[in-house]
């Protein structure tokens, strides 16, 4: 089962009905720096370490998930590429509302931290 934004389908193992309705999904890949300066450089020196993948979505209302709940992330976005991150853990969860507005909830999800 995927919850689908914007033609865009979200596919979190088996809590996928946690989810409501999804509104945005923002993805990143980042390199998480390495200083390699030595003391005779003039500059400092870094090369890119291990790479960190970080997902992000806003939906409609609460959710039943909390911070530690594991599993595994699908993406098919509506160009037809797929982005995949296995062994995901549920690293923050933020839900806000305002008067005369919806409730909007963001989890942030982490690979490989399981």
């Not at 709940?69 to 160009?79: A, L």
């Amino acid at each position: 089962m995927a919850l689908i934004a914007d033609g865009t389908d979200f596919y979190w193992g088996s809590t996928v009905t946690a989810l409501s309705r999804v509104r945005s999904i923002d993805f990143a890949q980042t390199g998480n720096e390495i200083d390699i300066t030595d003391l005779a450089d003039t500059n400092q020196t870094a090369e890119v370490g291990m790479s960190k993948k970080e997902i992000t979505i806003e939906i409609l209302g609460g959710t039943t998930l909390t911070v530690g709940d594991t599993g595994n992330i699908d993406i098919e976005w509506n160009d037809n590429t797929t982005s995949t991150l296995d062994n995901c853990e549920v690293r923050d969860i933020t839900t806000a509302g305002s008067v005369g507005s919806e409730i909007t909830t963001s989890i942030v999800f982490v690979e490989g931290s399981t």
